[in-house]
Nanobody, 117 residues
Framework: QVQLVESGGGLVQPGGSLRLSCETS????????MRWYRQAPGKQRELVAG???????NYADSVKGRFTISRDNAKKTVYLQMNSLKPGDTAVYYC???????????WGQGTQVTVSS
């Protein structure tokens, strides 16, 4: 399995920005689809953004135009740039690595994002 470590969370005011990072171990990062999920208290975990091993991206409607997912295969890291943050973005954000070919479905420990004035 791939080991994932998220960082970059914190407390930010509404309208502010944060950049989350997810560093991975192993040698097959470039073969994995990478995703960011989030889970707010009392709610189900939801997909926020994804980037395929080929670089195609997809976003939840609630974050389109505000969040950007990117990856650096040389650094084995995926990023989530979050702009124009809203209180509704408050959640624990999790990184996920997925590869059906290599039977990988790994999760990080999560990083807390709190948007509040």
């Amino acid at each position: 399995q791939v080991q994932l470590v998220e960082s970059g969370g914190g407390l930010v005011q509404p309208g502010g920005s944060l950049r989350l990072s997810c560093e991975t171990s192993g040698t097959i990062f470039s073969n994995c689809d990478m995703r960011w999920y989030r889970q707010a208290p009392g709610k189900q975990r939801e997909l926020v953004a994804g980037i395929s091993n080929g670089g195609s991206t997809n976003y939840a409607d609630s974050v389109k135009g505000r969040f950007t997912i990117s990856r650096d295969n040389a650094k084995k890291t995926v990023y989530l740039q979050m702009n124009s943050l809203k209180p509704g973005d408050t959640a624990v954000y999790y990184c996920n690595a997925l590869s059906v070919l290599f039977r990988i479905d790994s999760w990080g420990q999560g990083t807390q994002v709190t948007v509040s004035s």
